[in-house]
C-alpha cells in the first residue's frame, strides 16, 4: 500500500519534471538557433536497480524521467538582408570566445562592434578556423564553407559532439575535446529559427498535465484507502 504513494507520487514528479522540459521548448519558440530538448519515461526503481547492479526485469513501482537529450534537427531557416546575419544549413556549430572560454552557438545573429570584430549578441567575439577574431570589413561576403571573400578569413564551423553539449545559457553550449570541422553550410542574410515544433510541444504538454492529474488522484486514492483502513482497525 505504502509502495502505491511512491508510484503515484513519482509520476506526479515525472509529469512536472517533462513539463517544465516542454515549457521551456514552448518559451523559446522564438529565439534564434534554439534546440529543442527532448525526454522519455522510465521504470524508477528498475533504472535504480540497473544502475548499481546486474538487469533484473520490469518492476513497474514508479516512473522516472530518462535520456534527456537535445533535439539537433535542423530549424527553419528565414531571410533577413542583413550582412552579419548567418544560418548554418545542416551539422555544424560557431565557435565563440567568451569570458569563461569558447563556446559554441548555432545562433547567427552576429554583429560587428567598434573595433570592427564579428560579435554575437552578447559582445563575444567570433573565431575563424585559426582560433582568431573576425574583423570582415564594412561590407563583406561570407562563402557557404565560411570564407569571407574580402578578407580570406574562414569562419570556424565544427561539428556537434557525439557524446552532447552543456547547455551555459544565453543560447551558448560547451562540449570537451577537440571537435572535428562541421559538415554544414553557411547561409549568409540568413537566420536559423527554433527547431520547437509549437503543435508537437502543446500535445505533449496537455499529455503530461492529464498524467499528472492522473497520478494525483492516485495518490489521493491510496490516502483513502488506507484512511479507511486506519479506520477499521480503530473500530476493532
Do not use: C
Amino acid at each position: 500500500m505504502i509502495r502505491g504513494f511512491y508510484t503515484a507520487l513519482s509520476g506526479m514528479v515525472s509529469s512536472m519534471t517533462r513539463q517544465s522540459i516542454v515549457a521551456d521548448n514552448i518559451a523559446n519558440i522564438s529565439t534564434i538557433g534554439f534546440k529543442q530538448s527532448r525526454t522519455t519515461q522510465d521504470d524508477f526503481e528498475l533504472q535504480v536497480m540497473n544502475s548499481i547492479g546486474p538487469e533484473i526485469g520490469q518492476l513497474g513501482t514508479g516512473a522516472i524521467p530518462t535520456n534527456l537529450r537535445l533535439d539537433v534537427s535542423q530549424g527553419p531557416l528565414q531571410v533577413t538582408e542583413r550582412q552579419s546575419d548567418l544560418a548554418i544549413e545542416g551539422d555544424g556549430l560557431f565557435v565563440v570566445r567568451t569570458g569563461s572560454g569558447v563556446a559554441y552557438t548555432r545562433a547567427g545573429d552576429f554583429g560587428v562592434d567598434a573595433t570592427g570584430t564579428l560579435v554575437t549578441q552578447q559582445g563575444d567575439p567570433v573565431l575563424d578556423t585559426a582560433g582568431h577574431t573576425i574583423q570582415p570589413g564594412r561590407t563583406f561576403t561570407v562563402a557557404e564553407d565560411g570564407t569571407i571573400v574580402e578578407t580570406g578569413q574562414r569562419i570556424a564551423l565544427v561539428a556537434w559532439p557525439p557524446g552532447g553539449v552543456t547547455r551555459l545559457g544565453e543560447n551558448l553550449y560547451s562540449a570537451g575535446g577537440q571537435l572535428p570541422p562541421g559538415s554544414g553550410h553557411i547561409r549568409q542574410r540568413m537566420i536559423e529559427g527554433s527547431n520547437t515544433d509549437m503543435a508537437l510541444a502543446m500535445t505533449e504538454l496537455i499529455s503530461f498535465q492529464r498524467s499528472f492529474q492522473l497520478s494525483s488522484r492516485a495518490l489521493s486514492l491510496q490516502d483513502t484507502t488506507i484512511g479507511d483502513a486506519t479506520q477499521l482497525g480503530r473500530l476493532r
